[in-house]
């Protein structure tokens, strides 16, 4: 087993193959469906507590984007990095109480009181981003895809200038183990999704839900998560767990005293900077019309997808570290 104390030590001091460092960290854009889910909550918080990655834009997905900014806009007040820009969806899509799982959290908060900046043209912001990076962008993906598939189809020389690392589909495992699911963030826009498989990215590493359906934060891990009441950006990652609990039905609601939801959006942080803690390999597969990622030998796409952890209780030992961490 690895040691998650060394693990977290030797990506602090430098990586190999070229892996962003905590002197030289990646330019990212989070692109994520945050408030509906609230892994979405616990990644953002793991990206800012991430030396080796510079988040420079959280760009709103699918769904109402005043919504989603505002519970951003919030957590990022949170961490004191209201220098962190906002872009909003380029259509807004009206949201049932369903998909509204933080709200409680935001009821009182005014997107229009961000001390950050928030951008109504998210497109152009996240066009903006890459084409002033002085190195190739990192774009995290934790959500369905259509912002993103506005994005490249618009101009597809910006996916030249980015990796693109997502938290997408289901190859042999679905969701609890089983056969493998239609995945949420491919399945509300599977359309979305193939044009930006289709993109000419430098790089598409995917962790789908037979790696990042497996991630929970439980026992003396999630205790130190639950009882750093000192923290204000933890203290918010907890507080939305507690709302979110309270909202969905599959989850027993005195669970939140004991474990986090499953943390999918955690993986695809992580990969972003570092992939030692998983094994990759290359698939080839079809996006199907009702959100299946298909492996077939001659699909239309390929990608390098984590299939397997190598070791994934070092990564909870590292995810517990990297959120506690200043």
Known sequence: MTDPDSHLADEDRSTAEGRPTADDPAPVVLATDIGTDV???????????????????????????????????????????IDVPIGLAPEAREMDEGERNQTPWVDEYDLNDYPGTVRDDGVEAFAEVVTEADEPVTVVSIGPTPTLAAAVDADPDLARECRFVGMHGSFEEGYDGGEPDAET???????????????????????????????????????????????????????NNCVFAARVEWMPYDDFTRRSSTLFDSVAVYLAHDESLVETESVRFDVTDDGFTEPAPDGEFDARVALAWADRDAFEAYLTERLLSR
């Open 185 to 239: 963030n491919v399945r509300v826009d599977p359309a979305a999704f193939r044009t930006v498989l289709a993109a000419p990215w430098r790089d598409v590493l995917l962790t789908p839900l037979d790696t990042c359906g497996r991630v929970t934060l439980d026992g003396g891990r999630y205790h130190r998560v639950w009882t750093a009441t000192d923290d204000p950006l933890v203290r918010g990652v907890v507080e």
């Open 39 to 81: 892994d979405d909550t616990w990644a953002l918080a793991q990206l800012l507590r991430t030396p080796q990655l510079d988040c420079r834009l959280v760009l709103t997905e699918a769904g109402d984007p005043t919504y989603r900014a505002s519970v951003a806009a919030k957590l990022l007040e949170r961490a004191d990095r």
